[in-house]
T-cell receptor
Framework: NAGVTQTPKFRILKIGQSMTLQCTQD?????MYWYRQDPGMGLKLIYY???????DKGEVPNGYNVSRSTTEDFPLRLELAAPSQTSVYFC??????????????FGEGSRLTVL | DQQVKQNSPSLSVQEGRISILNCDYT??????FLWYKKYPAEGPTFLIS?????DKNEDGRFTVFLNKSAKHLSLHIVPSQPGDSAVYFC?????????????FGTGTRLAVRP
């Protein structure tokens, strides 16, 4: 059982470039999330989705876009990469609402460096 | 504004002894709390949770205590094992009002010495 799969695991971008972090889950979860973790900081929610076709902003959405065309996939798009977006990105999914006994299942993370 | 705080960035404990990891929160609307464990180069994994209607939840070697009046929760690991060495994140949600989102603390790195 693959769970939550993120690609790529590592990426170096130049300032101003764009890229998409891919996330797919095979657990048929309705809820999906994108977090970023900066050194010494907790995980900050970027965007989340409660089902196909529905997305909403989290705490730190600026500079990112998401889409949710299927239950399985939740890609995160970085437009015009900036050094402040250097971080480790985690995709997660849950069967029910996070915190309502809906534990999150995380991917292994994608380390992004913007130079 | 850090609504979930883990004030100890690191903790070192002897194998077999108790590990106590602490977490404080400021948002009185939080009513569900979780602990996640994270190994290097892996995503966090769920460990244990507690609802605000309880003050204790136990799962094997792991027990979470909640003190609502103090807005404080703690994770006890007894006995500690070297495999418990990881970063532990406390997380909270106000699930009745905004239960789609978890707020995470900054993490505590636990090292269990053999």
């Amino acid at each position: 059982n693959a769970g939550v799969t993120q690609t790529p695991k590592f990426r170096i971008l130049k300032i101003g470039q764009s890229m998409t972090l891919q996330c797919t889950q095979d657990m048929n979860h309705n809820y999906m999330y994108w977090y970023r973790q900066d050194p010494g900081m907790g995980l900050k929610l970027i965007y989340y989705s409660v089902g196909a076709g529905i997305t909403d902003k989290g705490e730190v959405p600026n500079g990112y876009n998401v889409s949710r065309s299927t239950t399985e996939d939740f890609p995160l798009r970085l437009e015009l990469a900036a050094p402040s977006q250097t971080s480790v990105y985690f995709c997660a999914s849950s069967y029910s609402r996070a915190g309502a006994a809906g534990e999150l299942f995380f991917g292994e993370g994608s380390r992004l460096t913007v130079l | 504004d850090q609504q979930v705080k883990q004030n100890s960035p690191s903790l070192s404990v002897q194998e077999g002894r108790i590990s106590i990891l602490n977490c404080d929160y400021t948002n009185s609307m939080f009513d569900y709390f979780l602990w996640y464990k994270k190994y290097p180069a892996e995503g966090p994994t769920f460990l244990i949770s507690i609802s605000s209607i309880k003050d204790k939840n136990e799962d094997g070697r792991f027990t979470v205590f909640l003190n609502k009046s103090a807005k404080h929760l703690s994770l006890h690991i007894v006995p500690s094992q070297p495999g418990d060495s990881a970063v532990y994140f406390c997380a909270a949600s106000a699930w009745r009002s905004s239960g789609d989102k978890l707020t995470f603390g900054t993490g505590t790195r636990l090292a269990v010495r053999p």
